[in-house]
């Protein structure tokens, strides 16, 4: 099974409105975090928010929330206010432990495109 | 503060060299992972380094290998490389070993390999 799953491969948004991308995740470690990263073009790549799995609330940082629901293990990113300035790559991702130490999944990716 | 540095932007090699590539991390941070990102995929750890010692491993030959310095510091060999290996290199620094904070990424090394 895939450890992270982004099931959309692209998304459009209207400048100025809200958006949400998906993301779902599979794992049997109780202690775990959840990171979502915007990449541009140009390559770079940007954190944008973190959620630890014993977090009783939604994170928040900005414009980014993360729609946390553990039962469903889901944690899909909201967009707020979008701007021409969001069009990127967006990954989600997760850390676990094994007996090796810590362990990083990245998901395939959202293509955000936002339009004027 | 300094950010996270990477050496060389790019590099060309052919099948069989060895390549080492390095990374400096942001000031205050002791954690360094490495990624492998081949173009249109999301990014693979290849492993973590926590105070000089390996602290997890992906799913990656032993032909990869890495050392973190005292500085905190971190190089990634690749032996025998494969036309497979071609791809941009990730470091990224972090301050605690459990990486619950956020990573800090340079900007990669790309890295072809014909």
């Known amino acids: 099974a895939q450890k992270i799953t982004q099931t959309q491969p692209g998304m459009f948004v209207q400048e100025k409105e809200a958006v949400t991308l998906d993301c779902t995740y599979d794992?049997?470690?109780?202690?775990?975090?959840l990171f979502w990263y915007k990449q541009p073009s140009s390559g770079e790549m940007i954190f944008l928010i973190y959620q630890g799995s014993y977090d009783q609330q939604n994170a928040t940082e900005g414009r980014y929330s993360l729609n946390f629901q553990k039962a469903r293990k889901s944690a899909n990113l909201v967009i707020s206010a979008s701007q021409l300035g969001d069009s990127a790559m967006y990954f989600c991702?997760?850390?676990?432990?094994?007996?090796?130490?810590?362990?990083?999944?990245f998901g395939t990716g959202t293509s955000l495109t936002v339009i004027p | 503060e300094t950010g996270v540095t990477q050496s060389p932007t790019h590099l060309i090699k052919t099948r069989g060299q060895q390549v080492t590539l390095r990374c400096s991390s942001q000031?205050?941070?002791?954690?360094v992972s490495w990624y492998q990102q081949a173009l249109g995929q999301g990014p693979q750890f290849i492993f973590q380094?926590?105070?000089?010692?390996?602290?997890g491993r992906g799913n990656f030959p032993p032909r990869f290998s890495g050392l973190q310095f005292p500085n905190y510091s971190s190089e990634l060999n690749v032996n025998a490389l494969e036309l497979d290996d071609s791809a941009l290199y990730l470091c990224?620094?972090?301050?605690?070993?459990?990486?619950?904070?956020?990573?800090?990424f340079g900007p990669g090394t790309r890295l072809t390999v014909l």
């Open positions: 000031s205050g941070h002791n954690t």
């Open positions: 991702a997760m850390r676990e432990a094994d007996n090796t130490g810590n362990q990083f999944y």
């Open positions: 990224a620094s972090s301050y605690a070993r459990t990486g619950n904070n956020e990573q800090f």
């Open positions: 380094y926590y105070r000089e010692e390996e602290n």
């Open positions: 794992t049997s470690d109780p202690s775990y975090g």
